[in-house]
């Protein structure tokens, strides 16, 4: 194997690749770069064993092959190497060790066995639909921080992803909280899906240059994003996620309305002394006159904020509620102005959405 390249485009491909990367898998292989030289591209491949990203460097100005040919290279060490190189490097192999040249500077690293790699199957099949980048983000975002953090319940690390009557849903629940953004899609056909994939794995699912449009694929068991020459993959978890929709369809009967920006504020100093995980709760108290947010721990001290009607508005019968503060903070920060918190009464569940976003936000009252 025998090839020269200039050291951006590499590097490029490389910072991409390494995301999918876990530098401490069990399965040594895993930790490395698997890389293919072909007579007209180079393709870099890195995975975790459910995420992977693969990146092609077609043939160009900037790359050279000489000698085809395959690597399995230590991810980081190889990362950092090409890091300290400029202009053009020549990189080639013999006797299972790399050589790279770069101007006077030579560099050495042992090679594993490439034929030890895992295949993984990049091949891109399923129902596919194309959907702005900025908005799967922002839905991503938006959702995967009320996704469980634990493994007693494994379909709760995953976030959902349907797709139905145009319409791509993102839903992420860890049983105490839930979050939906929804991304209107344009597409005449008639298909649809349904997928849950590990959160961790979503949160480097997108191409950090990505814009425009991407297409998503998605079958019964991968979901791929191709965008340029990356293609990145990712398994789901097999197994049907929780049915979630009928708690957007209660019976509320009250209702705040107020600027995001109020409630933000107003949490932040009721919650001045409570930074501790285990005190969490924060009291509200509503009707049409005021709403009072105050704080309570035995071993420091209690704070009392008062927001009057000039700064929100309210819809029913007074009512007193008990949350987590850290719940209700991440939220109200989806979204960017006015919002709206649904009630029914201190015991059932809170909705909280507004008419200038797609997104639902679901929290459950704490006992006191």
Request: proline content about 2%.
């Amino acid at each position: 194997m025998k090839f020269s390249i200039e050291k951006n485009k590499i590097l490029k491909s490389l910072e991409e690749v390494i995301r999918a990367i876990d530098p401490n898998n069990i399965y040594m292989h895993l930790r490395n770069f698997y890389i293919e030289i072909l007579d007209e591209e180079i393709i870099i491949k890195g995975s975790n064993g459910y995420f992977s990203i693969e990146n092609t460097i077609k043939n160009e100005s900037t790359l050279y092959v000489e000698k085809i040919g395959k690597l399995l290279v230590p991810s980081n060490l190889f990362l950092n190497i090409v890091k300290k190189c400029s202009g053009k490097i020549l990189l080639y192999s013999e006797n299972n060790i790399l050589y790279i040249e770069n101007n006077l500077d030579k560099y050495q690293i042992n090679l594993l066995d490439y034929k030890e790699y895992p295949v993984i199957d990049f091949s891109l099949y399923g129902n596919k639909i194309k959907v702005e980048v900025e908005k799967i983000k922002k839905a991503i975002n938006n959702v995967i921080f009320a996704s469980s953090q634990t493994k007693e319940d494994f379909i709760l690390t995953g976030i959902n992803i349907k797709y139905e009557d145009n319409k791509l849903m993102f839903t992420a629940t860890d049983s105490f909280r839930l979050a939906r953004e929804v991304i209107e899609v344009k597409d005449d056909r008639n298909i649809s899906f349904d997928v849950t994939v590990v959160n961790k794995n979503l949160k480097n699912f997108i191409p950090n240059d990505a814009v425009g449009e991407i297409e998503f694929y998605a079958n019964e068991h991968k979901i791929n994003v191709v965008y340029n020459n990356s293609n990145y993959q990712s398994k789901i978890i097999d197994a049907p996620y929780k049915n979630v929709s009928q708690l957007f369809k209660a019976n509320f009967s009250k209702k705040i309305t107020i600027d995001k920006t109020i409630l933000n504020n107003a949490i932040s100093k009721a919650t001045v002394m409570s930074n501790d995980v285990v005190h969490n709760k924060i009291f509200i108290f509503v009707n049409k006159e005021e709403m009072k947010l105050s704080t309570h721990t035995d071993s420091i001290g209690s704070t009392s904020v008062v927001l009057k009607n000039n700064e929100f508005q309210y819809e029913g019968e007074e009512i007193q509620i008990i949350l987590n503060y850290k719940f209700l903070k991440e939220a109200i920060n989806v979204f960017n102005d006015k919002i709206n918190i649904h009630l029914i009464d201190s015991k059932n569940l809170i909705l909280i959405d507004s008419e200038k976003s797609l997104n639902k936000q679901i929290i459950s009252p704490m006992v006191s």
